[in-house]
């Protein structure tokens, strides 16, 4: 009986890893990734389409003494439940080129707005965009090196 149970119990745990499903996100020191992919964070999400970004496009458009704008590739993904980031449906086909700037003397990031920096990104809501703001920057100037 012992026997069998153990068998039984192994069977079960061998089923239910084959037959777990992939996850679209995956959360690594609080960042979110696109099938944990480093190179593609999660840069925006809504209660129904987010938005993944490409950090080896990211380059600087133009910079002055007061500004630098920074361009990047980002395709949509429509989520199949609202907020949630376990399943999407990905549009990567849908390429996008997306723009942010970044005051120079304080390091704050705006949004682009019709070509110029529209509202500052800030605050809790914004958090991801920080992040994966921050980490397009230092993807530009690596890529631009």
Request: hydrophobic fraction near 45%.
């Given at each position: 009986?012992?026997?069998?149970?153990?068998?039984?119990?192994?069977?079960?745990?061998?089923?239910?890893?084959?037959?777990?499903?992939?996850?679209?996100?995956?959360?690594?020191?609080?960042?979110?990734?696109?099938?944990?992919?480093?190179?593609?964070?999660?840069?925006?999400?809504?209660?129904?389409?987010?938005?993944v970004a490409d950090l080896s496009s990211?380059?600087?458009?133009?910079?002055?003494?007061?500004?630098?704008?920074?361009?990047?590739?980002?395709?949509?993904?429509?989520?199949?439940?609202?907020?949630?980031?376990?399943?999407?449906?990905?549009?990567?086909?849908?390429?996008?080129?997306?723009?942010?700037?970044?005051?120079?003397?304080?390091?704050?990031?705006?949004?682009?707005?019709?070509?110029?920096?529209g509202n500052k990104v800030e605050g809790?809501?914004?958090?991801?965009?920080?992040?994966?703001?921050?980490?397009?920057?230092?993807?530009?100037?690596?890529?631009?090196?």
């Amino acid at each position: 009986m012992r026997r069998f149970i153990c068998l039984l119990m192994l069977l079960l745990i061998m089923t239910s890893t084959t037959f777990a499903e992939e996850k679209d996100f995956v959360e690594m020191d609080g960042i979110t990734y696109y099938h944990g992919d480093p190179g593609f964070p999660v840069w925006s999400m809504g209660n129904r389409v987010g938005a993944v970004a490409d950090l080896s496009s990211a380059y600087i458009v133009e910079e002055d003494e007061k500004w630098r704008l920074i361009g990047f590739l980002s395709f949509p993904v429509v989520l199949r439940e609202q907020g949630g980031t376990e399943r999407a449906i990905p549009l990567e086909d849908e390429w996008r080129e997306c723009w942010f700037w970044q005051k120079l003397k304080t390091g704050e990031f705006f949004f682009n707005r019709d070509g110029r920096a529209g509202n500052k990104v800030e605050g809790e809501a914004f958090a991801r965009e920080l992040t994966a703001y921050q980490m397009l920057l230092e993807a530009a100037e690596a890529n631009m090196r």
